[in-house]
């Protein structure tokens, strides 16, 4: 251990030493390699903590392993990440853009492994998530933490993580592109001449590390053996369209059932109640178990032997089996991953998305099929609705196209492929204007985007900005005791506030001008008097977006800011103003730099 830490401080030394641009090429090289290490390590521990239990246990046993399995696993990584993490590590990709937005793009160097372990616990037991979310955090947290070795301000801080995230996709499915674009869609990095050179080194660097370690083995391969038919557009234009709902429905389920667990306050019910939604779905619904992965791939090779459930013999119809069965998996798949999350486990929303995406081809294919057209071709469905139900829920068409397109090796499915994420992106973004990542962090002002501005804003601390060296006044001070400030203020603002701190009202100099020469009404007029209430406050919890609203609101230039109530000080929509000219002169002579 003492030899590693050795090897790495001169290497991190050595990188330092180096020109910016050299900087960021090596770091992007190294933080490629390790995170495809992670990725690696994930699938492996995730494989053998699945067979630990398998063997262990005996699956066979039936509705008792499903019953029992998955809230185990739930309780073990609960109490993992209590009492050995200490920190919450849910949500892995909504946690690296708040830190984007937030935390100067500065991730804890926890973040590396535990959300390796975490996962590995929650999916190898059987919970319904993805490994995809906790290994992003976990690329992100190396690219994160080598940068902040380097020396690396926040633009480059996060174009690192933004690295480790890309190198995580790629070396977990090996697939380079899908990394790119989901760290340029997802993560709303810049595409610039800076970005998309450590971009290319990280995602390339990763995969080929993953294939060296792995060979051919991955999350999710196929090879498509139909070629598109140019007839069959007007079913996927159908396809694009039904995902698209489907996408609207997993968002906004995934955010009710989360509203709705944290309804329930103490910890221990919650986790009882979410392990015990999670078993009953799996016992109704065996391919609820785990990731999803070897579901999907039956449903690539029309097996659907894993679709065997206790309602099979209530159907004499094959078809029509298939077509219930998967047409309630679409509706309840999310309610799964939602209670494996919300009951202490650690995973995504990336392979669920996949997975209700499969079956949500399966389902047009088997429906369309047997009204319209015969023809339709199964495989090309599956993997299109995968594409479609990514692109609507994510809002990342590009990441969907492109991930298809490696996992099956080819071409042959383009045009169906963007057909079905345009659609399905248009229709999702007709009911939801944020992706399932995005939504919550943008209703708190907290969303780093494309958008230069917005961006800035978002990443800036306006408290920062707020002036809190005012003289203040009490409310029942004589027009004399103000003048007597005023002598000694070169300020024209004067909170007024009690004993306690609360705001009540303001004093300016323009208001008490013609009548602070009056030394006869000193005695006689009191703050209370001649106080005004400001058109508006500002409270210390909200964004700075809705600061700038109240600002657009109330046309004001200066309004107080209070903390629960009670007086914090003033901010000016001035020094806001100055301070976004500052990062944005920041940013554009950082561009400068690398370029």
């Not at 699938?43 to 392993?65: R, S």
């Not at 906004?252 to 939604?277: P, Q």
């Not at 300020?491 to 013609?514: A, H």
């Not at 508006?536 to 609203?549: A, C, P, R, T, W």
């Amino acid at each position: 251990m003492k030899a590693i830490k050795i090897i790495s401080g001169r290497i991190i030394e050595f990188i330092s030493g180096l020109s910016l641009r050299r900087k960021l090429y090596l770091g992007s090289f190294f933080v490629g390699l390790f995170s495809a290490l992670a990725a690696v390590i994930m699938k492996n521990a995730i494989h053998f903590t699945a067979g630990f239990v398998a063997e262990h246990f005996n699956p066979g046993k039936g509705i008792l392993f499903y019953i029992v399995i998955p809230p185990a696993g739930l309780i073990l990584t609960y109490f993992f990440v209590k009492y050995i993490v200490k920190d919450d590590i849910s949500h892995g990709v909504s946690r690296i853009l708040r830190s984007f937005s937030k935390g100067k793009s500065y991730l804890k160097a926890h973040n590396i492994w535990s959300p390796i372990v975490a996962s590995s616990i929650t999916i190898g037991f059987g919970g319904s998530v993805g490994a995809e979310a906790p290994i992003v955090l976990s690329g992100s947290a190396i690219g994160s933490n080598i940068g902040k070795k380097l020396g690396l301000s926040y633009r480059y801080l996060t174009l690192l993580a933004g690295c480790g995230a890309a190198g995580a996709i790629a070396g977990i499915f090996k697939a380079p592109v899908a990394g790119i674009i989901f760290a340029i869609e997802v993560l709303m990095l810049d595409m610039t001449l800076s970005s998309i050179v450590p971009l290319l080194i990280s995602t390339v660097t990763a995969a080929t590390v993953a294939w060296l370690l792995m060979g051919n083995s991955v999350l999710l391969s196929f090879t498509l053996k139909d070629t598109f038919n140019i007839k069959d557009i007007p079913w996927y234009l159908v396809l694009g369209l039904f995902t698209g709902l489907v996408a609207v429905w997993f968002t906004r389920i995934t955010l009710f059932t989360e509203r709705v667990y944290k309804l329930i306050e103490n910890r221990t019910t919650r986790i009882i109640t979410g392990s015990l939604i999670l078993g009953l779905l799996i016992v109704l619904f065996p391919p609820f178990f785990g990731e999803g992965y070897t579901s999907i791939m039956g449903i690539l090779k029309e097996d659907f032997s894993g679709f065997n459930t206790i309602f099979k013999g209530f159907f004499s119809d094959t078809w029509l089996y298939l077509l219930v069965i998967s047409g309630v998996m679409i509706l309840l798949k999310v309610v799964a991953t939602s209670s494996t999350n919300s009951a202490g486990g650690v995973g995504g929303v990336f392979a669920p998305i996949l997975f209700t995406g499969a079956i949500a081809g399966l389902f047009a294919s088997l429906l369309l099929g047997k009204i319209f057209n015969p023809g339709i071709p199964a495989a090309g469905f599956v993997l299109a609705g995968m594409a479609g139900l990514m692109s609507g829920a994510m809002h990342a068409p590009l990441t969907a196209i492109f991930l298809i397109i490696e996992i099956t090796g080819g071409y042959d499915l383009l045009i169906p492929l963007i057909i079905t994420s345009t659609v399905s992106f248009i229709i999702s973004r007709r009911f939801t204007e944020y992706s399932i990542y995005h939504i919550q962090l943008a209703s708190r002002g907290e969303l780093v985007t494309h958008d230069k501005d917005k961006a800035i804003l978002a990443i800036m601390d306006w408290t920062r900005e707020i002036e809190n060296d005012l003289i203040t006044i009490r409310p029942e001070a004589i027009l004399g005791e103000l003048v007597r400030i005023i002598s000694k203020s070169n300020r024209n603002i004067f909170p007024v506030v009690d004993e306690y701190r609360v705001f009540e009202g303001v004093v300016m100099l323009d208001d008490v001008r013609e009548i602070m020469f009056d030394a006869s009404m000193y005695d006689k007029i009191t703050m209370r008097d001649i106080m005004k209430i400001p058109p508006s406050y500002i409270d210390l919890s909200e964004n700075v977006q809705v600061v700038m609203d109240t600002f657009e609101k109330t046309g004001a230039w200066n309004l107080p800011v209070l903390d629960k109530g009670l007086y914090a000080g003033y901010i000016s929509r001035s020094r806001i103003f100055s301070a976004y000219r500052d990062m944005l002169v920041e940013q554009f002579s950082e561009e400068q730099n690398i370029n």
